[in-house]
């Protein structure tokens, strides 16, 4: 049986597309090199045979005390399928595959969260119906961003839960896999961006522009109303995380020590890889404006 608690991650920290020269985007070198940022850090691991660690009961309870694990499990069915049916209209045979293996990823993430929650016995409530696009490549922009967002605070929050204790030592490592391929999902996705802009005339950038600003503005006001959720229930009865475990995950945290964790993480998940490729900078962008407005 795989114990994944022995993962070691640094050699998937460490990758350089082997060609000389600049990464220009657009060019056919830059399109290869982000698609085998993908396959060639590929980590083989299988969800079904993960040896999960055994819980406290008092660990058991705050795993179970948070609030968003059906919500974790819809965003990576949904993600999933969103890069199969971009990939299935892309023509580009090495753009296709890597977005399939992408695909891949994101399902096996459902997987292991699936088969978490079935091991800890924590109820899932019934997942929803995908339906397909009109337009893939919109769909996935939106998944894409949306991962830009997600991925930048859970590289701060999951840092914060491991140095708490929020979670134990064991949990931690047998999740480090997931979150560091979300740091390569999410390269792969600004450098695909950038690729596909550049093999467009003006008329048809202008176009895909419109609809990158589209799927931003559309994932930061899903956040914002989440957010607003999020307060309400605090309210209530099933603000459970809130009263049983942000408290210890946050303790000595403030909003400025939280954004500056998240930064550092972000760079510290990039950083081991070519540096030629492009990084997702939106949301660090915001962060150090957002740092700086604080004073």
Not at 74 to 103: C, Y
Not at 248 to 267: I, P, Q
């Amino acid at each position: 049986m795989l114990d994944m608690t022995q993962y070691d991650p640094t050699p998937y920290y460490n990758w350089s597309y082997p060609n000389k020269g600049g990464l220009v985007p657009g060019s056919k070198a830059h399109r290869d090199a982000f698609c085998r940022l993908l396959t060639d850090t590929y980590n083989p691991y299988k969800p079904a045979v993960i040896a999960w660690p055994k819980l406290s009961d008092e660990e058991l309870a705050r795993l179970s005390s948070l609030p968003f694990w059906d919500t974790a499990v819809a965003i990576e069915g949904r993600a999933s399928l969103r890069m199969e049916w971009q990939a299935n209209v892309i023509k580009d045979p090495q753009i296709a595959a890597a977005l399939n293996l992408n695909a891949a990823e994101e399902r096996r993430h459902k997987e292991v969260l699936h088969n978490m929650l079935t091991f800890y016995r924590i109820e899932l409530g019934p997942e929803p119906v995908y339906l397909p696009p009109r337009d893939p490549e919109f769909g996935f922009l939106r998944t894409g961003f949306g991962e830009c967002i997600n991925s930048f605070f859970a590289f701060g929050l999951f840092d914060l839960a491991r140095s708490s204790g929020f979670f134990p030592p064991a949990l931690v490592e047998t999740f480090e896999p997931v979150i560091q391929e979300e740091a390569r999902h999410i390269m792969f996705f600004v450098n695909y961006v950038a690729y596909r802009r550049a093999e467009l005339n003006f008329v048809q950038r202008c176009w895909f522009d419109l609809k990158c600003l589209v799927a931003i503005g559309e994932q930061f006001a899903s956040r914002v109303s989440m957010a607003m959720e999020t307060r309400r229930r605090r309210k209530g009865p099933k603000s459970n995380f809130l009263t049983a475990g942000a408290t210890t995950v946050a303790r000595g945290f403030t909003k400025r020590t939280f954004f500056e964790l998240c930064l550092k993480e972000n760079d510290r998940r990039m950083q081991g890889y070519d540096p030629r490729l492009l990084r997702p900078m939106m949301m660090p962008r915001l962060l150090k404006l957002a740092l700086k407005m604080m004073g």
